[in-house]
T-cell receptor, first 116, second 111 residues
Framework: NAGVTQTPKFQVLKTGQSMTLQCAQD?????MYWYRQDPGMGLRLIYY???????DKGEVPNGYNVSRLNKREFSLRLESAAPSQTSVYFC???????????????FGSGTRLTVV | AQSVTQLDSQVPVFEEAPVELRCNYS??????LFWYVQYPNQGLQLLLK??????LVKGINGFEAEFNKSQTSFHLRKPSVHISDTAEYFC?????????FGAGTRLTVKP
């Protein structure tokens, strides 16, 4: 019962370095999401993909890019990391669209990223 | 756009005491409300949801929440908490197109 799998779990980057956070789900969900979680601010949506082949910006997309590689995988790329991107990143998926009423979202366990 | 305000950032409580975690929302359209729980070093899990019908909804682990349209609130309650309920709790609102989360309430249950 894997659900949503994120890699890596921890990462330290230097300012200006790039990296890709990986996310895969095995529930055949159509929609996938990337959130960042910061103290006192809750979860903020970075990007989402309502279906395979589509991606859209969320609340805080600046400094990030995404790729919906196939139905299972949705990656988040930081091209030039900045200290302001230090955060915990969560990937989520849902059977329904972004409103996800009936079943809610299924979340991965997160990636803790520190940019120094 | 809808938004969610969780009124308490931290709630300490003793084991077996009752607890209420407060959530207020704003929205110009019909709303659908959720509570999620995040245990340490884990992702969020759905605790309960209000879509329509009875304003009192029951979730997992003995939690319940009441939707109050006039007060635009969706407070989470449990009559008797356990140590294992220590976690962060997030209220969320959906308008069919977007899910917005509150800042979270850290519940700490002390022995």
């Amino acid at each position: 019962n894997a659900g949503v799998t994120q890699t890596p779990k921890f990462q330290v980057l230097k300012t200006g370095q790039s990296m890709t956070l990986q996310c895969a789900q095995d529930m055949n969900h159509n929609s996938m999401y990337w959130y960042r979680q910061d103290p006192g601010m809750g979860l903020r949506l970075i990007y989402y993909s309502a279906s395979e082949g589509t991606t859209d910006k969320g609340e805080v997309p600046n400094g990030y890019n995404v790729s919906r590689l196939n139905k299972r995988e949705f990656s988040l790329r930081l091209e030039s990391a900045a200290p302001s991107q230090t955060s915990v990143y969560f990937c989520a998926s849902s059977e329904e669209g972004p409103g996800a009423l009936l079943y809610g979202y299924t979340f991965g366990s997160g990636t803790r990223l520190t940019v120094v | 756009a809808q938004s969610v305000t969780q009124l308490d950032s931290q709630v300490p409580v003793f084991e077996e005491a009752p607890v209420e975690l407060r959530c207020n929302y704003s929205s110009s359209v019909s709303v659908y409300l959720f509570w999620y729980v995040q245990y340490p070093n884990q992702g969020l899990q759905l605790l309960l949801k209000y879509l329509s019908g009875s304003t009192l909804v029951k979730g997992i682990n003995g939690f319940e929440a009441e939707f109050n349209k006039s007060q635009t609130s969706f407070h989470l309650r449990k009559p008797s908490v356990h140590i294992s309920d220590t976690a962060e709790y997030f209220c969320a609102v959906s308008d069919l197109n977007d899910m917005r989360f509150g800042a979270g309430t850290r519940l700490t249950v002390k022995p």
